[in-house]
């Protein structure tokens, strides 16, 4: 089985790079499954449905959010509709105040039906909001996927410290077949299968702009440096990439085969 994550869309250019990207990996790969980060797909900020539904729509089979989940209202409502759409799992809930959406899905291959994949999003603490413990959350929703018969599970790490993601990654080795950081919007080079067979990679980077801080105009980020005033940030334009990685896993183990990081500018 394979599976092809994107990293963080940011804004117009994003989501024009991701339908570039699907275009030309997807014949060269033959994916099972297709799954993006799209918290930033809204102008940098958070997600409209009809975004969302362009990606869907687009081949893409599941779409994690992050610390940017409820930036456009708009997508709460939306999240009741569709079960492909998930959220960090760890964000408080109680039965008076409960989160909306859900922090783990389970979906078929529209190209094999025969095959499931479990998606399950965590946000980390450090330097992030101070959610529930992301690692007894992400344990708990993958022994109850595993006791429903789901042996492939990826995990959307949304982090921005690549200690604690790589620490999540060896605590939850042998028990999940993934486990893809994002939030930094920067791919980093440390892809691995652990020895349980769990693959990871700190961050797997960002579809957007290049030509820019993370997204953001570089003249606004500067400036934001170098003056420490409050600034209005702005989504790069301009010639756009894509970072991803492909994943091969055993799907009657859940165990991974390899990993393989790609990064190329398409527009």
Known sequence: MKILFFGDVVARSGREVLKAAIAKL????SPDFIVVNGENASH???????MAQEM???????????????????????????????????????PMFKAPGRGVTVVQSQKRPELQLGVIQVMGRVFMDALDDPFRTAEREAERLDELG??????????????EKLAFSYYMDGKIS????????????????????????????????????????????????????????????????????????DESSGKCRSIERLFERVL
């Not at 789901?150 to 200690?163: L, M, N, P, Q």
């Open 26 to 29: 997807v014949p060269e790969h």
């Open 44 to 50: 940098g900020n958070g997600l409209l449905p009809e």
């Open 56 to 94: 869907l729509d687009n081949g893409v089979d599941v779409i994690s959010l992050g610390n940017h989940a409820w930036d456009q209202k708009q997508i709460v409502p939306f999240l009741a509709t569709t079960t492909r759409i998930i959220r960090p799992a760890n964000y408080p809930d109680s």
């Open 150 to 163: 789901v042996r492939v599970i990826v995990v959307d790490f949304h982090g921005e410290a690549t200690s």
């Open 178 to 249: 993934a486990v893809i950081g994002t939030h930094t919007h920067v791919q980093t080079s440390d892809e691995q299968v652990l020895p349980g067979g769990t693959a990871t990679i700190t961050d797997v980077g960002m579809c957007g702009c290049f030509d820019s801080v993370i997204g953001v105009k570089k003249e606004i980020s500067v400036q934001k440096f170098i003056t420490k005033r409050p600034v209005r940030y702005e989504p790069a334009e301009g010639r756009g990439g894509y970072s991803c990685v492909i994943i091969d896993v």
